[in-house]
T-cell receptor, first 113, second 114 residues
C-alpha cells in the first residue's frame, strides 16, 4: 500500500525555467510534508517542509504547495539550475508518530544548461 | 561536525551470512532510523529508536534486528542474509519528534547478497 506516490519517475527542464515536482498521498492522517533532495552516492538532504495548517511555504527558489482536499502537494523550483539535478523525494508523517516518515518513490530531475 | 556516519559503504554478502551495519551520530539526537531503498522505490522504514534502550519496528523489519545501547550508536543486524535484502541502507537521526526539523541522513551502505 503506497501511501505517498510520485507518479513521474523523471523530469527534464531547461536552466532558468520552472521545475514542478508532484506528489500525491492517500492517508488523511498525514499532517506534515517534507521534500528531500538526493545526489548519487549521498544520503537524502532535507529541503523544505509544510504543515497541513498551511497551503504554501517558501524558501528562496523553492516553494511547496499543499492542496489538502486533493491530497496533493507540489514543489516548485524557480529558476532551475543545473546543480538542482538530483532525485527528489516527497515524504509525509503523522506528527504524533515519533516523526516516522513515509516516502514516495522519488523523481529524477535533470536541469539542462 | 561529522553528522551521521555509516560503515561500511559497500559490502557483498553470501546467502546465509550475517553482518552488522554501523551507524553513529555526533549531534546528540534522540531519534534514529534505519531505512532501505530499493531501485525505483522510496525509502522504507526498517526500525527506529526514540532514545537509548528503546527501539520499535517499522514497515519492513523482517530479517533485521537493532539495538540502541547509547545515544550515539544504532547498529542494524542482518541475520541469514537473503537476496531480497540487496538494497541501499540509510541511517538517519533527528533532534525532535516534530518533523519540521527534518532528518539528517548518512551517506548509505550499498549491500549486495549473492
Amino acid at each position: 500500500d503506497q501511501q505517498v506516490k510520485q507518479n513521474s519517475p523523471s523530469l527534464s527542464v531547461q536552466e532558468g525555467r520552472i521545475s514542478i515536482l508532484n506528489c500525491d498521498y492517500t492517508n488523511s492522517m498525514f499532517d506534515y510534508f517534507l521534500w528531500y533532495k538526493k545526489y548519487p552516492a549521498e544520503g537524502p538532504t532535507f529541503l523544505i517542509s509544510i504543515s497541513s495548517i498551511k497551503d504554501k511555504n517558501e524558501d528562496g527558489r523553492f516553494t511547496v504547495f499543499l492542496n489538502k482536499s486533493a491530497k496533493h502537494l507540489s514543489l516548485h523550483i524557480v529558476p532551475s539550475q543545473p546543480g538542482d539535478s538530483a532525485v527528489y523525494f516527497c515524504a509525509a508523517s503523522v506528527e504524533t508518530s515519533g516523526s516516522r516518515l513515509t516516502f514516495g518513490e522519488g523523481t529524477q530531475l535533470t536541469v539542462n544548461p | 561536525n561529522a553528522g551521521v556516519t555509516q560503515t561500511p559503504k559497500f559490502r557483498i554478502l553470501k546467502i546465509g551470512q550475517s553482518m552488522t551495519l554501523q551507524c553513529t551520530q555526533d549531534m546528540n539526537h534522540n531519534y534514529m532510523y534505519w531505512y532501505r531503498q530499493d531501485p525505483g522505490m522510496g525509502l522504507k522504514l526498517i526500525y527506529y529508536s526514540v532514545g537509548a534502550g528503546i527501539t520499535d519496528k517499522g514497515e519492513v523489519p523482517n530479517g533485521y534486528n537493532v539495538s540502541r545501547s547509547t545515544t550515539e550508536d544504532f547498529p542494524l543486524r542482518l541475520e541469514l542474509a537473503a537476496p531480497s535484502q540487496t538494497s541501499v541502507y540509510f541511517c538517519a537521526s533527528s533532534y525532535s519528534p516534530n518533523t519540521n526539523y527534518g532528518y539528517t541522513f548518512g551517506s548509505g551502505t550499498r549491500l549486495t547478497v549473492v
